[in-house]
Every structure is written in structure tokens, then in C-alpha cells.
């Protein structure tokens, strides 16, 4: 029998809602694939014609979060690279949010860059999604070319931490996690500059 | 009013090496670099980060410069005066230059430092003053997610209007002018982010530079000082307690009394957010620049005291922020008490000990001080020393109300008694005894400070009975209605 694209999207759809309401109450480590197939009331080898990983699973939440609404463009042109930065991803942290507590494990496995050493690619799409905005960023505000492979290898690096900071952060509204985001930003913005080509 | 550092920095004349050299060892190597705009630069929040800006040129000139400063406490204001006036102004730019970034602490110890206008040299005073209206560095990005973080929304959705550019900057945060969609013009406080921690940062770096002086006689005294300091910015960084007091204080008074408490939005208030009304009016520099007459001054200063007497009996709260940044002359003539993050509630111990030192403020007797100040510093006969200086000190500090009268609160000569006192005090960390001492000493001489400053005169013995009257206390055995005991 032929499966629908419909039906398909259906079960992806039961998949990813199960494992998101899983991964939120029982927490990443302690959800078994078995667990995601039983909630989401499908047969065991059904999951993995989906989803190869548990990781994979989060990568496709994160990813749906960020398409649902694009993100805001600041209604007066941000001040500085480092604003600009500072407000895209303070965008996509909002967006995030539901994901937090579960995101670490995808920091650590597929979007970390020891991943493409490993030849995981599941997380390049985001990875690179989210650099071509920074790149449109800097060229609005005429610094693009300062931005060569090693630029960006930093930024992102920057970026991971952050994120990896905030899956983690316990003050109170992730606070500390918005002055670190600040400060990587405004360094990464003055290094950036400093290190323009002439 | 304005003031930017970076304009500070041009109008320096150039560095004398000599000139500099802070007194505590460090050196001042040449070629002092000044930061482009360091007033637009984020906070520096981790310690690794804040460590190498203390290492830095300017923070370490600052850093010695407080030191020098603090020890400056210990000598007479004269000498000091004479001897560094020339170096004072140089080294308090560059202070202020690291207060840039380091603002979190450092901006409230130049507050702190405010309320001592004999000890800390004028200029370093009144450039201090300014720069607490500098425009701030947390850009409107950082702050619309503060804002969305707290309140749930973004400012621009929250507020019929908003403006972006902060027209204050608190200590701890900045703060900017915003409509609520019922009409009401409001100021919001936005925290910075993390500057708790930023904060408790500052102290361990700044104890870090300072080690080497610790085995001097004066690192206790000031050690002392940075606790207490401490404990006053756990409370500074609460909004929600800083909400709750304003909301009693507001309470206390009535609109024919002249004193004004501004209301709070508590829908549009958190830990870190305070959204309260805007009151107009000028600071007290620019109130006095306009000449008011003796009269008016007399008047001004008659509201600050109510104001504190009424907090204290009526409210059970001791206002300790004396900082003339906190009071708005406005131009209707009421007075408004705008910061109310430092205030220390009294509880039934403390209570008890006010309604035990009333009997010295209002007999003026030796003996009765003595009493008291025994009993308040838990001291006996073998610290004769430290009880006679208590008593000086309260001697001074009560005198007015004791006996009655106009009392010229400008008199200089009084007031610099009463800063040989205290500075005597905290050399001799004299000040301890009670937890509570260094605190509502130093609130004190705040409050006496800016009486001072404003060259009031009058009579403030009526002022404390009538409000005295709130507490129900019995004073019959030594209070005698309208007149001396």
C-alpha cells in the first residue's frame, strides 16, 4: 500500500509531538526511541523510517521552531554589527525556548564541529542557514569580506557556547545568558573589525 | 548635565608622571591610552574578562586612586586637600574612565562616596555626580530582551510609547521614559544583565589588588566597608523589594505635606524591571545653582526630615541612601524621594534599640547617651575609648534635636567636627558593635551631608516629636510636652 504524503506527514508530525512532550518531562537521556514509538502510537520500525537518531528528532523541533515565524527584522536598522548579531540571535533564542532543556545533547553530536569531522551532516542546514544571515549582516554593514572561513569557524564557535550556556543556565530568565551573548558578540564584533582586509 | 567620559578624557591636560603616581606602589607607565567612547561599551561580566580590565591602565590607576582615597578616610580632610588637590582631578577622570566599564560597584562606591562632600574632593564629587547621567551602554537590542525576558513582551508592545534612549542611568541599570496605554507617563528601570554577579566580581578583584596591603592596619576598616557595601547591592539588585518599599513609603504621605513617593506599575514590574511614575524636577546641585533663598533652602530641608522621620516612625524603615541624586526638587516645590533599593527594615531588635536611643536624642544628657550606646554597642567600661567616641559622635549627630532650636545645619565648622568624628571612627573601626552600626552611621552623616550642602536652618525638635508621635511609645518619664527635658 501506498503511503500518502499526507499520512506521511501525519506520523511525522505524531512522532515529533510525542517526543517533544517526552523529551520536555521525562528529559532527553531518560526517553528511549521505544517511548517516542509508543506515545506516538506507531509501529517500532516506523520511527527510524523518519528519523535515523533521537538527535535527529531534536534537530527537526529546532528546525520547525525557527521556520514557524521568521524572524523579526528589527524595525530601525540596529546600531552596529554587534546589535544586529546581538538581536538575531536573541531572535532565535526565543524560538528555541520550548527546546531548551534537550538541546545540549544536538549541541554536542551534530552541530558541535567535531560533527562534520565525523561526516555527520544532519546539522549542516542549520549551521548554515543560520551563517548566511550573518553574512547578509555583514554586509549590511559593509563587513563581509573580514569574514573568512576562520571568522565564521569563530563565530560559530562562539555561538555553540552560548547555546550550549543557555541549555544550562539556571539564573533566574537565563539572564547571565543574554550579558554572555552580549559579550561574546560585542568581542567577536571588535576582533572582527580589527582583523578587516584592507 | 551631561557629561561623557570621553569628553572628560579630551579636556585632560597631559599626564604628569609624577603627578600620578599612585601612592600604593603601583606604577603609572606613559602613554596613558584613553578608549575611543567607553561609555558605549557593554558591561564586562565574567571575572576572567573584568580581572584583565582591572589589570588595565586606567582601572589600575583607579584602583589606587580608591585605595589612596579610602585611605585618605584616616587623615585629616585638610591635609589631604592640600596635598593632592592638584592630582585629584587628573586621576579622578581616569577613575571614571574605568567606571565605563567596571560601573556596576565602582558607580555606587562613587555614589557612596557623594555623601561625604568634606572628605572626597569636591571636583571628584561633583564629576561623579555627573556621570551618574550619562547616557548608559546597554543598546536597545540587549534591552528589548530584557524587557521580553521579564514582562513576557516587547517594549514596544507592552507601552503605548517607548523610548529607546535611556534618559538616566541608574547604578545598576538604566532607565527610560515610556506612555502606558492608559495615559499615565512612566520611568522604566531595566537592570543590566548579570550585574549581580558582575558586582560580586568586582569585590573579589578589587580585594585581589588590594592584597598587598593587607597586612596594614587599615584592611579591616576596609573590609568592612566592602561588606557592608555588599550587602547594600544584594538589596539594590531586588526591584521586587525595591517595589514593596515604595509602595509603604508612598503610603506615609500626604499630598499637602509636599513629599512625594512616585506609585509603581506593578503589572509592568519584576526583580528587574521597575515601572514607576515620572517625576519632573531637578537634582540638588541644579536646585541650588538657581540661588534659592534661605527660606526656601530652610523649607527643603524641614521635608527631607520629615520625610526620614516619618519613613522611620511611622514606616519602620531607615532610609540610608543620601545620595543627592535621590531627591527631585520639583517645580510645583515638592520634594520626591525617587530610590528606595537601600532600605533597612526595622525589626523588633532594632526597634527596640531606636525606641532606647530616643531617651538621649530628646534629653540631650551625657549620661543617658552613654547608657545607650552601651547597651546598642554591647561594649562595657574596658572600651572607654571606643564608647567616648560613640558618644562624641552622638553628641554631635543628636545635638540639634537634643536641644532645640534653629540649628544652622550649614555651619562648616560643626559639620567638619562631625567628619573628624566619623573618620576617627572608622580608623578605629569604632564603627562595629552592632551589625547595623557602619550602616546607619554612615546613613546618618548622608543625611547630614546634605543638610549641610543645602545650608538649611531650622528648628528640628518639633519636627521629630510630631512624628515620634506615630510609634504609641511611652515617653512620659522623659519627654515633657513642647519643650526641653
Redesign the interface.
Known sequence: MRVTAEAKESTRRAILDAAQTLFRTAGFEATTTRDVVKAAGIATGTLFNYFSTKEAIVIALVVESQALKPLRT???R???L???L??LV?AEL?QLKPHRTYLMPILESTLSPLAEARGDDSGQALRSDHLARVVELARQYELEAALTPVALQIYWTLYLGVLAFWTNDR??????T???L??SL?MFANWLGSHEPD | MSLTVAELLQALPQVDEETTAPPNGLTVPNGLAAPQEPSLRPVPVGRWQRMTLLGSLQAKIAAAYLFYWIRGWFKSADENSRLLAETHWRTAVHVLNSMGYLRGAVMKAGQTLANFPDIAPREFVETLEKLHFDAPPMHWSLLREMVHNELGDDPENLFAEFDPTAFAAASLGQVHLARLKTGEVVAVKIQYPAIAQSIANDFRNLVLFLLPNRLGRDWLNLKDQFDDFRLRLEQETDYDLEARNLEKARALFRDEEGIIVPRVYRQYSTARVLTMDLLEGVHMDEYLARNPSQAERNEVGIKMVRASYRLMYAGRMLYNDYHPGNFLFLDDGRLGLIDFGYIMPLDDELWELFRMIDRPLTTGRADDRLAALKTWSGLGEESSDQLRLYSEFGEWQWRARAEGGVFDFGDEADFRRGVDIFTQMLRKRYSRGHRTTLTITRGNFGWRSLLYRLGARFDIRPLAEAEIAATGWDRSSYARPGGKA
Open positions: 528589527a524595525d530601525a540596529p546600531a552596529s554587534e546589535e544586529a546581538f538581536s536573541a526565543r539564573s533566574p530568565k537565563q539572564v547571565e543574554l550579558a554572555l552580549d559579550q560585542s
